[in-house]
């Protein structure tokens, strides 16, 4: 059963097109990935479907009923987070709380999120950090237990550890049968948590992928400096582009599979080696630059 | 609508606001405690004033709101000192400032988000706010007219409560309508710089026809597009009455600014 259906939507600001005729669904209990470099439309379509912004055409349905019209009916059953969290300055974050759980009615889970994501609720928001603001956005989000999560951008500002128990509460929220609509450009963030995801650029959908396709189209730069010379021609396999070599070094550029290439690697006494995943706009050009 | 909800917004809306309406309140009570202070002395020099007045170009003073000058009873002097300039000045500055920060203020921050993302209606939104100005109003006006009866009694003046009466149902409806105006623009606009520029701008506009309109007899019909030339202290505070008028241009014009407002904050994107 689709819980999300967006259908040939669009949003246009003017003779910018912003979201330009996008379409997609998501099933009950998944965890959607919506990808796309910034500006490419994500927070636009997001806005659309929390009703914020007005569609220029198309139509938004979620839990089969239409995002405009059963606005107030949703929201009861959805729970989102900005793309930048913005906070009443003057209000603390258990005055935050306090506040969404008088409108939403319900209050399940807010100490525990607290407690999971170590989140001092008695200063004011006007003093919190970056990571502070996010993750009382994020309690703010799931407290009330939503049906439809929709979070733009969930992991922003949150260092290494925070960012892993965030991922552990959507996918438990997932588990339980909340059904996960997150924004990205962080493909490595999607790739451990999504099971689909959709890819858009210049406000066009350019790709619908489940996550096991898109890990065929990861790339990675390696770098790697060795004790002894090194005969390049070990390297040269299919996917593997050579960037830069030297007598004792090499750079690679390696686009799906690591396992091959770490074989061959491991051929020769290493000295040093890195591995950086390229960024989604060099994915991007790679496979969706057209 | 739902009536918890609502309340919610409303009390919260209240709460936030507390501090800058009580410091308001204190400050116009401040003015008339000075004013009614001054009072009797300025009565025992009545006739001294009366006097230097009449020396002023008559076309002049009434330029100024000032057509008759009388020292004599509070009300007059009241309807001069307090409800001639500092009051109309106080009000619209709470006024304007207040409408700006409850809709424009808000979609500007960003914080319209987390009141857009909770499952309450624009329309609640709307209309919690704009209670929340319009009880504000009702409070202000009450401290800033009837505040006059208590340093009345103290300082031994002479008043006639109806009179002061009416004059807060006309303060009321000057607020109202400037109220409605600012609250207007700010549903319309994401930025509150541009609701204080456009109703700060009109009201100056509304006060400077006035002035034109008084000074030059062939522009004196223009009168009629001033707030100014419906709002009389005088009228209101000494004769104690409200013209027929006044109540139709301040009604007509809150009632239809208001609705204007809810309307297109019911269409438009709310996004900074």
């Known amino acids: 059963m689709s819980v999300i259906e967006v259908k040939n939507l669009k949003k246009y600001f003017g003779k910018t097109k912003a979201v330009d005729g996008i379409s997609f669904s998501v099933e009950k209990g998944e965890i959607f990935g919506f990808l796309g470099p910034n500006g490419a439309g994500k927070t636009t379509a997001i806005r659309c479907m929390m009703d914020f912004i007005k569609p220029t055409s198309g139509e938004i349905k979620i839990l089969d009923r239409d995002a405009?019209?059963?606005?107030?009916f949703l929201k009861e059953k959805i729970g989102y987070l900005s793309g930048t969290v913005r906070l009443y300055d003057k209000w603390t974050g258990k005055e935050h709380i306090d506040f969404i759980k008088e409108l939403n009615g319900k209050n399940n889970i807010a100490n525990d999120l607290i407690k999971r994501l170590d989140f001092d609720i008695n200063s004011k928001t006007k003093s919190l950090s970056s990571g502070n603001r996010q993750k009382l956005g994020i309690i703010m989000a799931m407290l009330c237990n939503p049906e439809v999560l929709i979070l733009d951008e969930p992991s922003m500002a949150?260092?290494?550890?925070?960012?892993?128990?965030?991922?552990?509460?959507?996918?438990?929220?997932?588990?339980?049968g909340t059904t996960v609509f997150m924004s990205s450009h962080n493909l490595a963030e999607v790739q451990k948590i999504c099971s689909r995801i959709g890819i858009i650029k210049n406000g066009k959908m350019v790709a619908m992928e489940d996550i096991s396709t898109l890990r065929q189209k990861s790339m990675y730069t390696i770098n790697i400096s060795f004790e002894n010379e090194i005969n390049s021609s070990d390297f040269k396999l299919d996917g593997i582009e050579i960037i830069k070599e030297m007598p004792k070094e090499i750079s690679l550029g390696v686009k799906g599979d690591l396992n091959p290439i770490i074989k061959k690697i491991s051929?020769?006494?290493?000295?040093?080696?890195?591995?950086?995943?390229?960024?989604?706009?060099?994915?991007?050009?790679?496979y969706y630059g057209n | 609508m739902a009536i918890k909800e609502f309340f919610t917004l409303f009390w919260r809306t209240v709460k936030d606001?507390?501090?800058?309406?009580?410091?308001?309140?204190?400050?116009?009570?401040a003015f008339l405690w000075m004013y009614v202070a001054l009072f009797p002395a300025f009565r025992d020099q009545s006739a001294t004033f009366n006097e230097m007045f009449k020396s002023y170009p008559q076309d002049f003073m009434k330029a100024f709101g000032?057509?008759?000058?009388?020292?004599?009873?509070i009300e007059s002097y009241l309807a001069m000192e307090q409800f001639g300039i500092i009051w109309p000045l106080m009000a619209g500055f709470l006024m304007i400032s207040l409408a700006g920060i409850m809709l424009a203020g808000e979609i500007e921050k960003g914080t319209s988000e987390i009141l857009l993302s909770r499952p309450v209606s624009r329309q609640q939104i709307f209309w919690s706010r704009y209670l929340v100005g319009i009880a504000v109003l009702i409070v202000f006006v009450f401290c800033s007219v009837m505040a006059t009866i208590p340093f009345a009694k103290i300082y031994n003046v002479d008043y006639s409560l109806n009179n002061f009466w009416t004059m807060s149902m006309a303060c009321f409806l000057f607020g109202w309508a400037i109220f409605s105006i600012a609250f207007m623009f700010s549903a319309m606009f994401s930025e509150r710089s541009r609701v204080?520029?456009?109703?700060?701008?009109?009201?100056?506009?509304?006060?400077?026809?006035?002035?034109?309109?008084?000074?030059?007899?062939?522009?004196?019909?223009?009168?009629?597009?001033?707030?100014?030339?419906?709002?009389?202290?005088?009228r209101a505070l000494v004769e104690n009455i409200i013209d027929g008028k006044v109540w139709v241009v301040f009604i007509s014009v809150a009632v239809t600014c208001t609705l204007i407002g809810m309307l297109v904050f019911r269409k438009r994107d709310v996004a900074v």
Not at chain 1, 271 to 285: G, V
Not at chain 2, 205 to 223: Q, R
């Open chain 2, 17 to 29: 606001r507390k501090v800058a309406i009580i410091v308001y309140c204190l400050a116009v009570i």
């Open chain 1, 68 to 72: 405009q019209k059963d606005s107030v």
């Open chain 1, 267 to 286: 051929n020769y006494r290493i000295k040093d080696l890195d591995i950086e995943p390229a960024s989604l706009e060099e994915i991007f050009l790679e």
């Open chain 2, 66 to 73: 000032v057509e008759t000058v009388n020292f004599g009873s």
């Open chain 2, 196 to 234: 204080y520029m456009l109703t700060g701008g009109l009201l100056v506009l509304m006060y400077v026809i006035k002035i034109i309109s008084a000074l030059k007899e062939s522009l004196e019909n223009l009168k009629y597009f001033s707030f100014f030339y419906y709002y009389d202290a005088n």
């Open chain 1, 158 to 176: 949150l260092d290494p550890l925070m960012q892993h128990e965030v991922y552990h509460l959507i996918k438990e929220a997932s588990d339980k």
